[in-house]
């Protein structure tokens, strides 16, 4: 699936968010490859929807400084250079959302708009981005909705948001964030607020569509359940640092970093959540809010395998542990090497 | 939502919005209160040699009026007037009204729907007409105008204590209360009432701001307070015809019914954010 | 307000006409037993006699019961007979009428201007929301929603009229004058004055409107699927915000009469609110019902006229 040897198709290096106060996200860095699904791990108030939200240039209000560079693409046939989108005027970033990265939320009624019927929607994405008209603008709004698996799409166009179901409504959010072939999507907790068959439903929808178009994914869940049914790779985000990356299969076998090992023993499995037990339990006590993070490592005061030193003397690195010819692996853990099984 | 009054009146005084009517609302009251001992001159003397003296000429803070009264003693005796019609209006037309709104929420049924829709209805009619009807038509005096104001705003207030009623009655304690066999008297007292009075003095306040207003009105067209009586809306009554010469007469009494009127709108707005912080943010 | 329930509004206009007869009732009774006879205008008529003030009171049918006065009344305010001034035995109709055109375009004059001015502060408020802007929009909105109409009439002529002598004090039109621009200058400060007063009915509703779709996320989605922000604005949030403003017009319309009674006393200007008052005065008893009954009628017939027309437009409730 992912070639690790090309250019990612985003890069992120040093990311910092602040809105006027303490960093909420604190250099921040990781790769997303071409059509790779990344599952971005993390407690509430752990920074991985700021980050993503600066990335897609959506937040008001706040100081982001890093990089964020998007690869070219062969978007609309002619070759594209290379793209920072920190700090990109508004007009060329309006360009890029929808057509190159998108993004979809948790709660899809707020998200349409209850105004306007769904084709109305679909168009109006369409005609922004495509010179699509008449005839054709129809035929893709209809294959659209197929394609996110909408049974009757024709009749489907000509109802309001309020008339469909939940996992109705995601389908038609997916429909209109896919509609411009964008290379990367942000999936925002998509499935949280649906019901527990539907979670399911969406999540082999969006796996699907990866494979059909090669479309990369960052798929940002507090569910460790929900990232292992749909991720290639895993980030574990802690109060806005990354602290573990590592491919999916590896995560899931033998996390290096004790936080993670934390959140995957308190984390019931797959089917504990579809059967509704919902959400991830997190380890004991809370993570730091962002003024109280200190210079030593973050996770220091809820670890059970913590040491003054080197834990508490200073913010371990997040340093590579991959083996040879094992894929790409780093931790933020000063022990790592001590606490491997 | 149980309130704790300090809290309340720390989050008032927090800000200036809420800090500067907070203090202004008594300061007026009293000043008006005590007008006539605070006085060198009396409201009703006439000092023809003195007459339309601008302000700060011959003694007089605020200058004299077409026949030499004292315009600031004109000012304080009116605001006892003005703001007696707009409290005691208010008093009356927040008991009717939310007896009348609780009773609409309390129990679903003909009550409530008469009441509503009554209310929806009447909130519709130009009421300055038929305010300036019955005060014309009325024997004018403070009684007078105190309750045709009261016949026209109470249904503002009971309109919030019917949407409260029915908020606070659908909560689960309540229901708990009830299913516990409390009396409907019980619960009215003991858990609706309590629970409603937050928005009703919200709801008050910013009427007494309106009842002020609508006294200005009827007195400035003649059917209000009656000269030589003093009101804030009187004193405007001939000002129109000095307009030319001596502005202060019509600019003065005005500046102070707008200053009041602000305040009191300005104190229910902080009240209800005061009250239920999360409004502010939002 | 906000009761998207179709029945609700015809019930609503039910009730609303019920309410119209039962205030007619109460003016006619109050007005017949207030002082002032109508016959008092007859009596100090040099060689009047009591036969022929009575043959006068017969005429009027004054001398039947209070009831069938009421029906008889009723019957004409149906019928498009409204009765007849005592001032100079012209149709009530015919006066309203009238005196309609003044007070229409001095209503439209202050609705561009309150509108326009409201709309404009809400939105700024609601797009800058808890930042010095919305605190400056809030307290602006508060201000015009505290002074009494006349006050703030009284201060532009001051201000305008007496002392930079740009606009004239009063009236319709000066004489001998019937050009547009003199007509214009007439209008200017009632206009202002009225519109200024009304501001706040529109700002508030939408500051809330559009506050309530600001924080919703499809305008977050719309942006993150790279809409552009002027469709944004136009297509979804003053779209969104100014649905719920039609009813808002319903509210609207008794505010602005109300505020015009008042202008047009204190700017002289000749329409409905002024007659109302001058027949008030001389005790003009069929005019004053007529008017009460007339601009209840208008309110009532826009009040509802506003929330069908708020059914038709807004897809959610005709569905």
Excluded at chain 1, 246 to 256: E, M, N, S, W
Excluded at chain 2, 34 to 46: A, D, I, S, T, Y
Excluded at chain 3, 297 to 309: C, G, N, R
Aim: glycine fraction near 10%; include cysteine; charge should be neutral.
């Amino acid at each position: 699936m992912t070639d690790r040897n090309a250019a990612p198709l985003l890069s992120v290096r040093n990311l910092t968010v602040s809105f006027g106060g303490p960093d909420i996200v604190d250099d921040l860095s990781f790769d997303i490859g071409q059509g790779e699904i990344v599952a971005l791990v993390g407690e509430s108030g752990s920074g991985k929807s700021v980050g993503s939200l600066a990335v897609m240039g959506l937040l008001e209000n706040a100081t982001i400084q890093g990089s964020a560079c998007l690869s070219g693409g062969v978007g609309s046939g002619e070759q594209e250079a290379s793209t920072e989108l920190i700090g990109l005027p508004a007009r060329r970033l309006r360009a890029l959302r929808g057509r190159r990265i998108s993004m979809i939320f948790q709660d899809p009624l707020s998200s349409l708009d209850p105004l306007q019927t769904i084709g109305g929607q679909i168009r109006e994405v369409l005609k922004a981005h495509t010179r699509l008209t008449g005839v054709a603008l129809h035929s893709r709004s209809i294959a659209l909705l197929e394609q996110v698996g909408i049974v009757d799409p024709e009749g489907c166009l000509a109802l309001l948001p309020q008339r469909l179901s939940g996992g109705m409504r995601q389908r038609v959010m997916i429909a209109l964030a896919i509609a411009a072939e964008p290379d990367l999507l942000f999936a925002d907790e998509p499935t949280t607020a649906l019901d527990v068959t539907v979670q399911a439903q969406v999540l082999r929808l969006l796996k699907g569509l990866r494979d059909q178009t090669g479309m990369a994914m960052v798929f940002i869940t507090h569910n460790l359940a929900v990232a292992s049914a749909i991720a290639d790779r895993v980030i574990v985000l802690y109060a806005g640092q990354v602290v573990e990356d590592a491919p999916a299969d590896v995560f899931f076998r033998r996390p290096a970093m004790p936080y993670s090992r934390a959140l995957l023993s308190a984390a019931p499995r797959l089917e504990a959540v579809l059967a509704g037990y919902g959400h991830l339990e997190a380890p004991r006590g809370q993570v730091p809010s962002p003024g109280q993070r200190g210079t030593a490592c973050r996770f220091a005061a809820r670890c059970d395998d913590v040491r003054d030193t080197p834990c508490l003397a200073s913010m371990p690195p997040l340093v590579s542990i991959a083996a040879n010819g094992e894929a790409h692996h780093t931790v933020r853990c000063a022990r790592w090497e001590e606490l491997a099984p | 939502m149980t309130v704790q009054l300090p809290s309340v009146l720390r989050r008032l005084l927090a800000h200036p919005r809420g800090m500067v009517p907070t203090l202004y609302v008594p300061t007026i009251i009293v000043l008006c209160g005590l007008g006539p001992w605070l006085l060198p001159f009396g409201e009703l003397h006439v000092d023809l040699y003195h007459r339309f003296l601008p302000p700060l000429g011959n003694g007089h803070l605020l200058g004299t009026d077409e026949i030499g009264r004292d315009v600031l003693s004109r000012v304080l005796m009116g605001g006892r007037v003005s703001l007696l019609v707009g409290l005691v209006s208010t008093a009356i037309s927040t008991l009717i009204g939310t007896t009348v709104g609780i009773v609409a929420g309390y129990h679903a049924g003909l009550a409530r729907f008469l009441i509503t829709t009554v209310i929806d209805a009447v909130l519709c009619f130009p009421v300055v007409f038929l305010l300036l009807t019955l005060a014309a038509v009325l024997h004018p005096g403070i009684g007078t105008i105190i309750g045709i104001i009261t016949l026209v705003s109470w249904m503002e207030v009971a309109r919030v204590a019917q949407s409260q009623t029915r908020i606070v009655r659908r909560q689960d304690y309540v229901t708990a209360v009830v299913a516990m066999g409390a009396g409907d008297a019980q619960v009215l007292f003991r858990e609706i009432l309590p629970n409603i009075l937050p928005a009703i003095i919200v709801s008050a306040t910013l009427n007494i701001a309106r009842a002020i207003l609508l006294e200005s009105y009827v007195s400035y067209l003649g059917y209000g307070i009656q000269p030589p009586d003093a009101s804030w809306g009187n004193l405007l009554n001939n000002a129109q015809e000095y307009l030319e010469s001596d502005p202060w007469l019509a600019i003065i009494p005005g500046a102070v019914i707008v200053l009041t009127v602000v305040m009191f709108n300005l104190l229910g707005d902080a009240l209800r954010d005061a009250i239920d912080p999360s409004r502010r943010s939002s | 307000m906000g009761n998207g329930n179709l029945l609700y509004v015809l019930r609503l206009g039910g009730v609303k006409i019920l309410l119209l007869l039962l205030v007619s009732m109460a003016g006619f009774t109050l007005l017949h037993l207030a002082p002032g006879d109508p016959l008092s205008q007859f009596t100090l008529a040099p060689g009047m006699t009591a036969e022929r003030l009575a043959q006068i009171a017969h005429g009027m049918g004054l001398d039947q019961p209070l009831w069938r006065q009421y029906l008889h009344w009723l019957h004409g305010i149906m019928t498009g007979d409204w009765g007849h001034s005592f001032r100079d035995q012209s149709p009530v109709l015919g006066i309203i009428v009238s005196h309609l055109t003044a007070t229409i375009e001095l209503g439209l004059a202050a609705l561009g201007i309150s509108f326009s001015l409201g709309l404009g502060m809400g939105l700024m408020g609601a797009l800058r929301a808890g930042r010095a802007v919305d605190d400056v929009t809030s307290v602006i909105s508060i201000i015009l929603f505290s002074l009494p109409t006349f006050w703030l009439g009284l201060v532009f002529i001051y201000i305008f009229s007496v002392r930079l002598q740009w606009f004239p004090t009063g009236n319709f039109s000066s004489p001998g004058d019937r050009s547009i621009v003199g007509y214009l200058r007439h209008l200017a400060l009632p206009a202002l004055t009225l519109g200024l007063v009304s501001v706040p009915v529109w700002s508030r509703y939408m500051r809330t409107f559009a506050g309530e779709i600001l924080k919703q996320d499809q305008i977050r989605t719309a942006r993150a699927l790279g809409l552009s922000s002027g469709r944004i604005i136009v297509h979804r949030l003053l779209r969104g915000a100014l649905l719920p403003m039609i009813p808002v017009a319903g509210i609207y319309l008794p505010t602005l009469l109300s505020g015009a009674l008042v202008t047009e006393t204190v700017f002289s200007w000749p329409g409905i609110g002024r007659l109302f008052l001058d027949s008030l005065q001389y005790r003009d008893y069929p005019v004053v019902m007529g008017v009460l009954m007339f601009s209840a009628i208008l309110v009532l017939v826009s009040s509802t006229l506003a929330e069908l027309l708020h059914h038709v437009a807004d897809p959610r409730l005709r569905a």
